[in-house]
C-alpha cells in the first residue's frame, strides 16, 4: 500500500497539525452526510437491489466503511480489530488485489447484516479512524493522509450512487414512492440557448497537482483543438419533446449502429423514468421527489450518450469534447444545482455573462471523449491502482456533476465514465459545434 | 365467482353455526400461525427474493391475505373497501382473470409496502373477513364457505413456501444466518430398510368427496396396477452419500438426458444446500437451523427429481407411482414429522410394524407421475379454476407432505408437484420396485 | 453389446436364410429409400442447420450409416476398417457410452464432409454390411440380426427427420423454395366430424413380441380405462381457423401455464409456418411442395401440444390418452396417408364405417399422456439403452405417424415423443371426450 | 445518391477516358480476385456462417455485387433489370436507407440461391457494369465514378473478410481443414526488438484529399503527441509464449476490467485458434494452411484488444495511438506481406534500417484509439453515409493492414476498426512507450 501513496495528488500541509484538524473535520462531515442521506430510507429500501449495475443503499454504507477499515486501518493502526471477518468478502466491490469478493448482482440478497448493524460498523471505523487521525506518529499520518482523503472523495462518488441507485429502485415500484415529499415548484424559465465561441489551438488540460485530484485526472497535458462553439445551457426537457416529437426514437439515420439496436430491443422512445399519462402526450417522469409532470424548461435527464448523440446528430450539432468543456470551465468556481443546494432535481438555469452556463450541476454532461488514459498516464501498483484505470475502455466521459453531486468532489479536470447505453445516472448533455 | 363454489368440495355443515365456528377458529389459527412464522424475520429478511422461483416473506403475507380480500371481501362483503387500491396489482399472484399482476421476478423490489404496512394490512382484512363470517346472511354464507375453506389451505400451503424460500434466501447470504437457533441433535439411527410388498390389482385413488380437497385430487377413479413393493423408508443422507461415492454424479448412464444436462450446466455434484467442508469428505448442509453437519441417518432432502431418479436407478429401484404410494397411506392416520412437530428438519424414522413409515412428513416424495388430470376432471370456471389445473404439464407429482407442511393441509390423496429440476422444495425420495 | 440384443423384440426367423433374405432387402429398400429422399437437395441444403433442435440432410445420411458402422460392423466384421477416424466423433447422436461427440447445435458447421464423401461413406458401409449379412456365422448372426433390424428402424425415424428438418430449413429462405414442385390440388372434403365410443374398462397396451418394436412399447400390460370417445377424424384448419377467429391466441384462460408463457414469448399467433398474406385472413402455410394456401379441410398441423391443449379445451373437449389411441387402432391394417403415398402434406380423409378415420397418417396425434415408461420397463443395458429410457422426461406422447411417416415404422403401439413447445415436426391433434 | 458522391474524395481524372479505363480494369481485377479467393471453397463451405460476426462466403460474393447494382446501375444506367427481386432484402448488410433486410446471424440458412446462382448474379452485373463504364454519358460518369471506386474499395474489404470468416468456419470442424494446402515453411528469425524514437509535437494526420479515402480518414487536422517511442517489430508468438509462461492469462491485475470478465467468462488461456497439444507447452494454431505448430519467430495474430491491452501492460509499455502509427508510416510505400505475397500467414519480418518494420501487412494492429470522428467530420448525406460514420462508438482502431488484406486497400491514413472482445481477424500488436 505504500506505493498507493504516490498514486493520488495529495495537498502537502503548510503546517501538519492543521491537515489533521482539516481532514478530521472532512472525515466527520463526509460520513454524516452518508447516513443523512439514508435517513428517509427503510431497513428494506436500504437492502434492495433494482439491477446488477445499482447497489443496495445499505452495501454503499457498508463499502465506503471497508475502504477505510481496509486501506487504512488495517495497515495503520496498530491492534484494530476488524469488526467482522467475513466482510472484508461482502463489501469489497472490485479490487482484485484484496481478495474474493460476493458477486455484484447479489448484493441484494444480503438481508444480514442489518442496516442496523451497518450502522454499528460505521461507528467501530469512525472511532477507531478519528482516534487514529488524532494519533497517528508522524511517518504514518504522512502515508495515511493522502488515502484518508480517497477514502473522503470516495464516499462522496457513492453518496451520489447512493442517491441515483435509489431512484432506480423506487422507479421499480408501481406504488412510484417519493424519496423525499416536497411541494411542486413552478420552474422558471430557462433561458434561450445561445454558442460560446472558442478558438481552438494548443490548450493544456487534466489536473496541475494542487489539491486532491485521482489519478486519471493526470497527467497535465497539452491538447490542440480545432475552433469550437459550446452551447450556452444544457438540452432541456422541451428541446428533446421536439425531438420525440419529430420522430427522433424512431428515425435509424439518426443513431450509432449500436445505439439503434438498443433502441430497437430496449423499445426506448423517452429518456428512463418518463411515462406517456394520455395519448396526448402528456409525460411524468419519475424523481427523487416522486413522480411529476416533465418540466420543459429543466434539462433533460437520465439519456444515454447514444441518446444524447443522436439528439446532437438531429440538431445538427455534436457531442462536445472533454478537453472542450474543461476549457469552458477552467477557472470558474465549482458552484451550481449540487448536492449542496438541496433541490435534487435539475432546474432551468439563469444565463451569465461571459461564459456557457450551468457547467457544473444539475446534469452530467455526456462527451464524445471515450474514457482513456492521459498521455503518460499510468495507474500506480496496488489496490488502490485498481481505482480507475481498470475502466479506460468501452466508456465515455461526463463532466461537471449533478444535483446529487456533492460540491467539494468537483474540479474542471473531474472525468465521471459510463457505458454508452447507461442511463440511470443523472446524465444530459450539452451540444457542441464545430467553427470553420 | 359463483361457479367457483362448485370447484372445491366442501364439507356440508351439519350445523350451520357450528360450520361457522369451526371455521372462524380455524381462520384465527391459520392467520395466527402465518405471523408466527415470520416472527424471527428481520424487514430486510422479508423483503428479499432469491431467485424468480421464490417469493419474499412479505409477499407471501400479503399475497394469502389478498386471496381472502379479492375473492371473498370484494363479493360477499358489502360496503368493503380495500385496503389500497393497488395491491390487487402488487399481490395478484397468477390469476389472469383478476386482472394485469405485478412480475413474478419483481417481487424483491417492493421495499414498499413495508412490513409493518403488511401487517396493517392483514389486520384491515382479518378484522372484516371475522365481522363477515359472524354477520353473512345465510345464502351468502353457504356461498363463501368453501371459499373460505380455500382461503385457509391457501394459506397453509403459503406457510411452507415462505419457510422453504427464506431457506434459500439465508442459504445465500455467506454468513449463513439460521431462521431459528437450535442446539445440535444427536440423530437416531435410521432403521434398516425393508420392503412392503402389494399385489396391485384395481384399486381405486382419489378424494372421495368427504372433507376439504383440491380439485385436482378427484374425480375418485380406478386404477390398475402392477404387484410392487415400496421401501420400508426415504433414501437417506447416508444412502446418498454411498451414491455420491459410487460416483452417481458422474455418470451419464444414469441419468435422463434432460437430467444430465442439469447436473452438467448447474454443476450439480450434491444436494442443493450441501457444502463439502474438506478434501475428506465432510459435508455440512445449510438448513432452517443453521448450517449443519449433514446427518446419515435422516432423509435425504432437497434433490431435484432429476437426482431422485438417478439414484433410484443406481440403487436397482425406481420411483413409485403416485397411485402407489396413496394406497399405501390410505387409512393412516396423518402423523409425522409435520410443521406442527416443529422440528423444521427431516429426521430419521422409527419404523413401524405393517405399513412403510414416513409416508407423512419428513420429505415430500418425488413420484414418476407426471402431474396432469385424473379422468373426468375439468377445471372449475373462473378464477379459481386457474388454481391448479393450468400447471398440468411438465411437472411431476410429490406425496406425503414435509417438515414443513402444515399437518392440516394433507390427506392421502393430496398431490404436491413441482418441475422435475426443482429443488429448493424439501424433496426427497422412496423407492419402489415391480414385483414379478 | 450382447446385452443389447435382448432390449428389443426381434421377430425369431422360421428359416434363418429367409430372415438373411429378408433383411437384406429391407436393408436395400431403406438404405436407397434415404438417397432418394436427399435427391431434390443441393449440397448447401444439405449441410445447413436452421436450429438445435434440428439436424441437416447430411448428418442424418452420415448419423444413420455410422449406427451400423458402430453398432454392427465394428464388433461383428472381422477386419473391418472404419471408414474415418473421426466420424465416430462426429456422427454419434446422443450415446454417452459410445464417447464423446459434436455439439448438436454445431452440425451445421460441418461443411466437411462434403455430401459427396458422406455418400462415399454410405456406400462403404453399405457394402461392408451387405457381406456381413451374407457370410456371418450363424451365432454372429443371431446376435447382430436385431441389432440390423433396430438399425432400419432407427433409420426410418430418420427419413422422417430428414423431411421435417428439410421443411423447417426451407422456411427460412425468405424465397420460400419448394422442397419438390407439385400442381396445385384441389382438396377433397373433410367428412363431418362425429364421434366414436368406447366403453372402457380393463385393456390392455403395449406390443406382445411378435415383429420388431421398440423397448418402450412394452411391456405389454393392462389399464383402466374410462368410458370415452374419439372423434372421426383430425382437427382440420377450418376448424383451427375457428379457434383464432374466436381469440383462441389471446385468451390466457384456453392455455395451460406453461403454454401461455411460450404465446407470449414466441408471439405465437397461429401454427407453425403459416402467414397472413392480407389483412383479409388469408393464411398460406410453407410445406414441402412451397408456400400454399391453407386448406380448410386437410388436418391442422405445425401445431404443439400446447397449441393442441387449449383448442381442445376451447372445443370443451380434451386430448386423448395414449391408451385411447392404440385400442382405437388395434387391429386395424397400417394404412393411410404415410411416406409411402408420396403426398407429403396432410389431407383431408374420406369417412370409414365404424372407426376414427385417419389413425394412421397425415399428422402425428397429440396425446395428453407424459411419456414414461411402461409397468415393467427396464431399459437395456450398453448404448442401444439410450435409445428411448432416457427421454422419459417432460415429453408427451404422439400416435399414429404422418404423411412423411415410412409405413413399415408404424404399429398400434409406436410410440413417438416430443416436448410441448415444439412444432417443427408433422403434428396435429384428435379431439376426445368423457362419457359420463 | 447524388450527395453521395461527395461522401468520398476521389481522385480527378486528368483524362476522363483514361480514368474510364483505369477503372474498368481495376473492375475486372478485384471482381476476378473475389472469385479466385472463392476457389478452394466448396458450395457447402460457401454456404455455412459460424457465428453471427462472420457471413458465408456467398453472401461476401452477393453482397460486393449487390452494392454495385444498388448504389450504381439502379440509379444510373437505365433500364437496368435487378437480377432478383429479393436480393435487395437477402444482400443489403446494414443500409437502413436502402430498406429492410434478412437478419445478419441466418445469412447461413440461405441454401438457396445456390453458390452457382450467386456466380451467375455476379456475371449479370459485371456485365451491365462493364457496359456502363463504357458508355456512360460524362455527367453520370461524374457522378458515378467515385461510387465505382468506392466499390472497388468495399469489395476489397470483403475480401479480407472473406477469408477471415472462411478461416473462422474452417477452424469450427474438428477436422480441421485447410482453405490451401501448403508445405511447412522453416520461419526466418524475428530481428531483435528495438525502439524507434519519435519527439511528438504537433503533427498532421489524416488523408490529404489525394485519391481515394473513406470519410472517416478525414479530414486531415493537428494533433498534439508527447515524445513516444514504437517498438521495431509486432509482437511475436515467442514474445506472447512467455506472458503465458508468465501466468499472463491468470493475473487480473494485467487486465481492463471489461477484458477480465471476457477472460473469465470465454475461459481464454491463449489466442484464437491455438490448442496446446500435450500437457509439455507445444501449441499448434489452426490457419489458412491448416492447423500447424505456433511459430515463435512470427507475429502473434488473432488476439483481442483486450489481450492486447494486457500484454503491453505486462510488458511495461502500451498501446500506440493511431496518430503515433500514422506518423510512423508517413511517406513509406505500402509494401509487405500484404495479400499480394500470398502467403496468408503472418511471416517474421527482416528488420529494416530506420523506421519500424512491418508498419503494412501480417497483422493488423491494435491501438489504444477509440474510433471516433475526426475533428470537422461529417458523414455524408444518404446511403453511403451508413458506411463508416455510424459504427463510431466502443470500437477500436487498428492500423497497417495483414496477410490478407489486399495491398491497394491500404494507405498512410486507413483505418480499421473492431470491437476490443473480437480476435477472429488477422489482430496482433505493436509496444510503444512514453519517452520523458
Keep these: 500500500m505504500q506505493q498507493a501513496t504516490q498514486t493520488i495528488t495529495a495537498a502537502t500541509p503548510a503546517h501538519q497539525s492543521d491537515e489533521r484538524e482539516r481532514l478530521l473535520a472532512g472525515f466527520r462531515e463526509v460520513r454524516g452526510r452518508s447516513q443523512i442521506l439514508a435517513e428517509p430510507l427503510s431497513p428494506e429500501d ?9 447497489s443496495p443503499a445499505k452495501w454503499h454504507l457498508a463499502h465506503t466503511t471497508w475502504f477505510f477499515e481496509t486501506f487504512i486501518l488495517r495497515d495503520y493502526r496498530p491492534g484494530y480489530r476488524a469488526f467482522h471477518p467475513a466482510y472484508n468478502f461482502l463489501f469489497n466491490s472490485y479490487y482484485e488485489s484484496v481478495g474474493e469478493r460476493h458477486a455484484r ?3 441484494g440478497l444480503l438481508t444480514r447484516p442489518s442496516a442496523a448493524e451497518v450502522l454499528d460498523y460505521r461507528r467501530h471505523v469512525d472511532t477507531a479512524l478519528e482516534a487514529l487521525v488524532i494519533e497517528a506518529p508522524v511517518d504514518a499520518w ?3 493522509a493522502p488515502l484518508l482523503e480517497l477514502g473522503l472523495h470516495h464516499e462522496m462518488q457513492h453518496q451520489e450512487l447512493l442517491l441515483t441507485d435509489v431512484l432506480h429502485l423506487l422507479a421499480q415500484n408501481p406504488l412510484s414512492p417519493a424519496y423525499r415529499d416536497a411541494p411542486l415548484q413552478s420552474g422558471s424559465s430557462a433561458p434561450p440557448l445561445t454558442w460560446w465561441d472558442h478558438d481552438g ?3 493544456e488540460i487534466g489536473h496541475d497537482g494542487a489539491g486532491f485530484a485521482y489519478d486519471c485526472e493526470g497527467p497535465r497535458h497539452s491538447v490542440f483543438l480545432q475552433p469550437f462553439a459550446l452551447a450556452s445551457r444544457p438540452v432541456s426537457n422541451g428541446d428533446w419533446l421536439a425531438f420525440m416529437a419529430d420522430g427522433g426514437y424512431e428515425n435509424a439515420n439518426l443513431w450509432l449502429s449500436d445505439a439503434w439496436a438498443t433502441v430497437q430491443s430496449e423499445g426506448w422512445r423517452a429518456p428512463l423514468y418518463w411515462e406517456e399519462e394520455a395519448a396526448d402526450g402528456l409525460w411524468t417522469a419519475m424523481t427523487l421527489l416522486g413522480r411529476r409532470q416533465v418540466d420543459p424548461q429543466a434539462p433533460v435527464c437520465h439519456v444515454s450518450l447514444f441518446e444524447a448523440d443522436a439528439y446532437a446528430r438531429w440538431a445538427g450539432a455534436r457531442l462536445p469534447k472533454e478537453a472542450e468543456l ?8 465549482v458552484a451550481g444545482n449540487l448536492l449542496g443546494s ?8 439563469t444565463g451569465t455573462a461571459d461564459r456557457p452556463d450551468q ?6 454532461e455526456w462527451t464524445q471523449s471515450a474514457y482513456g488514459p492521459y498521455p503518460g498516464f499510468r495507474a500506480p501498483e496496488g489496490a488502490v491502482g485498481e481505482y480507475n484505470g481498470k475502466f479506460m475502455c468501452s466508456q465515455f466521459v461526463l463532466r461537471g456533476g449533478s444535483c446529487v453531486t456533492p460540491d467539494a468532489q468537483l474540479r474542471p479536470s473531474y ?3 459510463f457505458y454508452p447505453h447507461q442511463r440511470w445516472q443523472f446524465t444530459g448533455l450539452r451540444l457542441a459545434k464545430d467553427r470553420s
Tied chains: 1, 2, 3, 4.
Excluded: H, K
Design 359 to 364: 457547467l457544473y450541476g444539475d446534469v452530467w
Design 415 to 417: 472525468r465521471n465514465f
Design 342 to 349: 438541496d433541490v435534487l432535481m435539475p432546474q432551468a438555469g
Design 326 to 333: 474543461e476549457v469552458a470551465v477552467a477557472g470558474l468556481p
Design 105 to 107: 448482482p447479489r448484493r
Design 201 to 203: 489551438g494548443l490548450v
Design 142 to 144: 504522512l502515508q495515511l
Design 46 to 54: 436500504m437492502t434492495a437491489q433494482s439491477m446488477a449495475d445499482a
